[in-house]
Every structure is written in C-alpha cells, then in structure tokens.
C-alpha cells in the first residue's frame, strides 16, 4: 500500500536504512559458513546434512507469507512493518548467542529453527519496507545496497572465525567438539542483530499513513482468517511476470543451498584429502572454506555496487542472466581444483552470482507487483526461495549415494548446472528492463 507521496532518499538514506540488512545477513553468513561444520563436531553424516538444514526452508515457507500479509494490515505507532522487524531481531539474537553452546545434535537444529523463525520474520518487511520506501528508479539502488550489505556482512561473518584465531588458537574446542572461535563469533552476531536493525529503523523511519488508508486498513481486520484469505487471494492473482521468475528461482536456489552444505565437505576431499569432520585437517578445511566464502561474499558487496549502473543501462534481467551464468561455471570448475589459489579465484564467479540473486531478483519483483500489496507479495516471493530449498532437502538424501556416489564434489557439479539452466529461465521473464527516472523532490 502507498502512503502519501513519497519522497526520493539521498543515498546516505538508502544506505542507513539497509544498516538493519547487514546483522541480517551476517547472522545467515554464521550459519551459511558454521552449520555444517557444527552438525559434524557433534556426529551429523553427510547423507542426511540436509535434512538438518530442514529448518531455513520450512520456517520461511511457514513465516515469510503470514507476516507479509500481517504487516500489510498492520497500523500501529511505529509503522506496519517496523514491529516484526523488531521482534525478529529480538529472537535471532537469543538464538545466536545460544547455537555454540550445543551440547547435542537436536538441540542444534532446534536452535536453528527458532533462529530461522526469527530471520524471518524480520526479512519479508524488510523487503517490503525498501519498496514501500523508494520511489520506482531507486528500487534497484535499494535493493542492490541491500545486497551490497549481504555480501559485507557476509565477508565478515565467514571471515570471523579466521580473524579471531589470531587471539585464540583454532584448536581450542569446548567440551562438545566446537571451537571457541566459533563461540564467539555467534555472540557478535548477536549484538549485531539487535544493534543494527534498532539504528536503522530509527534513522530512517517509515512514512506515515495517510488517514484515508488508515480507514482502509480499518476494513480489513488483522485476523487469522482474513490474513489467510488474503494470501489465498495474493497467490490466485500473482503477476505473470511473478510467476515466470518461478523456475529461474527454482534452480538458482536449490543449487545455491547444495552449496552451502557440502562446499566445506568437497574442499576437505579435494584440497586436504580427509572426509572425518573431527580431524584437524577438517578443521583447516572449514577456516579455507570460511576464507573463500568471505572472499566471494565481498566480491558480492563490491559486485552489487558495480551492478547499479548496469542494471540501469540494460536491465535486471539480462543482467541477473550473466550473473548466473558466472555462478553456474564456477561450481562446475570448483570439485577440479588442487589449489588454495584456485579456489579463491573461482570465488570471483560466485559472488557475482550471489550479488545478482540478492539484488536483481527483487529489482525485478518490484517492477511486477501493485505497490498496495508489497508485503504479502514479498512473503509470497520467499516461498520460491524456500521452496527450492525444501526439495533439495528432502530429494538430495535420495540420491546422493546412488546418483552422486555420495561425493559432495558432485553435489557442486549439479548446483552449476542447474545455475546454467537458471540463467536461461531469466531471460524469458517480462520484467526487469530499465527504468527511466522520474524527477521528484528528494528528502534527507
């Protein structure tokens, strides 16, 4: 829903107001680059990791639509989508002080659920509070900063634990096989969560309503039925455009979360010869892994502000397509490699891919969904994150032995192709072509 009109942000806005993004995002750069390695200390096997990751994709398929369709119904003192932005905060923090304290393997993963609960909750009005804010020709500033601050908060995350080695040696575990740097690093996302999300929403708080939608929210209860009516609807009239970034969503996310959870698993076999999660040379695996993930996650902060000019000049979607399509040959290249050096220039690829995933599928959202209901349709968007992730968790225990030899390097094998594939689906989206500039007044 549009409040009254709406201002342009200087760019120091848009930056303040994506703050918030950054202890977002570091909090899933700590699980991205730790959970694997934690469900090992404490015995996970590698057939049924995914399983374990069961979590991110359930709770956003569960969460992501209800507080969307919530938070467009929602009018309180502080804004629509300010008080879960809050709320989510307040949970995530809990959780991730909590996480390297696990003493056994379902105390573990049931931490990460509530931690997801909590990313969720705070991330759908996130990206409805960017497109409630922005007017049309700064939404692919806005959401290519977020990304920007994915991809930093990202870095730092991965990054963490190797940093911290320097005043605590990597070897020093707790009593359940986890490494203190690990401990600690959950404790400053934490903070970060919290702190970040607070200054945000306090620098660069939400338009006020006018009092004509203020009477139209008055029709349209926050209720458990009307909310569940309201998505019944939203997924019945979904956009065209919306509907066709469906598949490319498909194959981009489920190979982006094979990723992740075997990436440390084939960096072990290929450069250091070990599968046995409590060796030390698994533990060298796991701080190279965090290494290369901070570095593609910083050639995504940087990729993401490089790709502000581009995709205004050609567009989202021809864009989005390259940014693939580098992705998908770096996965492919990955399971060959038997340097360090190599590894850390294939990165180059999958932060390219990483930035335009975070940034460019949203730029395209935005161009295809009415602006009244941007909250539900984000939450409804999610779904085709989570779903993905859903399939691959449920079909990668399937196959994994029988199909892929139970090697994870396969695992990345697929994940670039089915990148590849995505690439292609981009390009038959009606959306995301650029967008001339309007001239409005600019604020702050």
């Not at 981009?252 to 698993?265: D, E, G, N, R, S």
């Amino acid at each position: 829903m549009q409040s009254i009109a709406k201002p342009r942000l200087s760019l120091l806005r848009i930056i303040e107001m994506n703050i918030g993004f950054f202890g977002l995002q570091f909090s899933f750069g700590l699980q991205q680059a730790n959970m694997g390695p934690i469900y090992g200390f404490l015995g996970a096997e590698e057939a049924t990791m995914p399983l374990l990751w069961l979590a991110g994709p359930m709770t956003g398929l569960l969460v992501q639509p209800i507080v969307g369709a919530m938070s467009d119904r929602t009018s309180s003192r502080y804004g629509r989508r300010t008080p879960y932005f809050l709320i989510g905060a307040i949970i995530c923090s809990i959780s991730l002080f909590l996480m390297p304290y696990s003493s056994t393997l379902w105390m573990a993963a049931s931490l990460l659920w509530i931690l997801d609960a909590g990313n969720n909750i705070t991330m759908e009005p996130y990206r409805a509070y960017v497109a409630d804010r922005l007017v049309p020709d700064q939404r692919s500033i806005g959401f290519l900063t977020q990304s920007a601050f994915t991809g930093l908060a990202q870095t730092l995350s991965y990054l963490a634990p190797t940093l911290l080695t320097s005043f605590v040696a990597r070897d020093v575990l707790d009593a359940n096989g986890i490494p203190v740097v690990v401990k600690i690093a959950f404790i400053i996302g934490a903070i970060l969560s919290i702190s970040t999300i607070a200054w945000s929403v306090w620098r660069v708080p939400e338009l006020p309503m006018s009092d004509e939608e203020k009477a139209t929210l008055a029709d349209k209860p926050l209720t458990p039925a009307a909310t569940l009516a309201d998505i019944v609807s939203a997924i019945r009239e979904m956009p065209k455009a919306m509907r066709q970034l469906s598949l490319a969503m498909l194959c981009q996310w489920y190979a982006m979360f094979a990723y992740w959870q075997y990436i440390t698993f084939a960096v072990g076999r290929s450069l250091y010869d070990t599968s046995d999660p409590s060796s030390a040379a698994f533990r060298d695996a796991t701080l190279t892994t965090q290494q290369a993930g901070a570095l593609y996650n910083f050639i995504a902060f940087l990729g993401a502000l490089v790709l502000i000019p581009i995709v205004r000049k050609l567009g989202a979607r021809l864009t989005h397509a390259f940014c693939l399509t580098a992705s998908g040959i770096a996965m492919l290249l990955i399971p060959g490699v038997e340097t360090t050096a190599a590894l850390f220039m294939l990165m180059l690829g999958i932060g390219i891919g990483w930035a335009g995933m975070m940034g460019n599928t949203y730029v395209m959202l935005a161009d295809a969904i009415p602006p009244e209901r941007n909250g539900i349709y984000m939450g409804i968007f999610n779904m085709f994150i989570v779903i993905p992730m859903l399939i691959q968790t449920l079909t990668m225990p399937l196959f994994y032995e029988p199909l892929l030899g139970g090697d994870p390097r396969n695992v990345l094998l697929l994940g670039g192709a089915l990148m590849i594939l995505g690439a292609i689906a981009t390009m038959f989206v009606d959306a995301g072509r650029p967008v001339p500039k309007v001239m409005q007044p600019q604020a702050g």
